[in-house]
Structure formats: C-alpha cells, structure tokens
C-alpha cells in the first residue's frame, strides 16, 4: 500500500506555448505604444525636450519625421520664440499650425539648427526631422520673450 506521503501528485507545468503567447503579447503591447508629443503652453518655456530626429514618415522636403510629434506647442497670443536643435546628423526643424514652417539646417555653421520670430496664436506641432539619417540623438530648445 502506498502512503499518502510518497504519492505522486501530479504536477502540471504551463505549457511552452502558452507562455510563449504571453510573452508576446506583453511585448507587443510594449512595442505597441507610441510616444506622446509634450503638450506645452508659453508658462512652460523655456525648455529642453531630448529624442531622436526623424522617423518613418516623409515629408515632401522637409525630411523624414516621427509619427508623432516631439512637441504641441498651445499659445493664446502672438509669442516671440526661439528655436534650436543641436545633434542629429542634418536635421530639420517641420512645424505644423498657424504658422507652417519647414527650417533646414545650415552645414556652413556649427551653431546648430535655429529659427526665431514672432509667432501667431493658436496649436502647433514641432517635428525634428532629419534630412538623411533616421534616429540620431538631439535636443530641442524653446525659448520665449516677450
């Protein structure tokens, strides 16, 4: 007679393609959220927002750009703003409301990529593009006086 204590309780393992399917949806739900644009008004600036220049997206010659943007930029009257990037390999500055701009960078000049002037009220998105090179490291200043 076997004893209780020396019976064999059967143990089940997960099974290896249930695990596998887990694991690829955890990944998939990672893989699959996208980056949201920093969502900024003139009381938030000056600042620095850091990322990657370019993405999947063409422009017709502004570059390649993200999908979403690098900033949305809301102002309730006409700012003075400064804009510059540094980094990237020849990146673009593409921005999208009121006021449509593309700005290509200037290889004569090590200062990087700058714009300034007054801008209109209203939403703007703000796209570091790249001309060339996709996902080169760069960062983003916004500046503002009045």
Not at 12 to 22: E, Q, S
Request: a negative charge.
């Amino acid at each position: 007679m076997k004893s209780p204590i020396f019976s064999s309780a059967r143990v089940t393992a997960p099974r290896f393609n249930t695990t596998i399917l887990r694991i690829l949806g955890v990944m998939a739900g990672l893989l699959g959220t996208t980056l949201t644009a920093h969502a900024l008004t003139s009381s938030d600036l000056p600042t620095t927002i850091e990322g990657e220049s370019g993405g999947p997206e063409s422009t017709q010659s502004c570059g390649s750009i993200a999908s979403t943007p690098h900033a949305e930029l809301e102002l309730s009257s006409a700012t003075y703003l400064k804009l510059s990037v540094t980094g990237g390999n020849d990146p673009t500055l593409y921005i999208q409301g009121p006021l449509n701009l593309c700005v290509l960078s200037d290889k004569t000049s090590d200062d990087g990529l700058q714009t300034s002037g007054r801008w209109p009220a209203g939403t703007y998105q703000i796209f570091v593009g790249e001309k060339d090179v996709v996902g080169q490291d760069m960062t983003l200043s916004i500046q503002n006086s009045d």
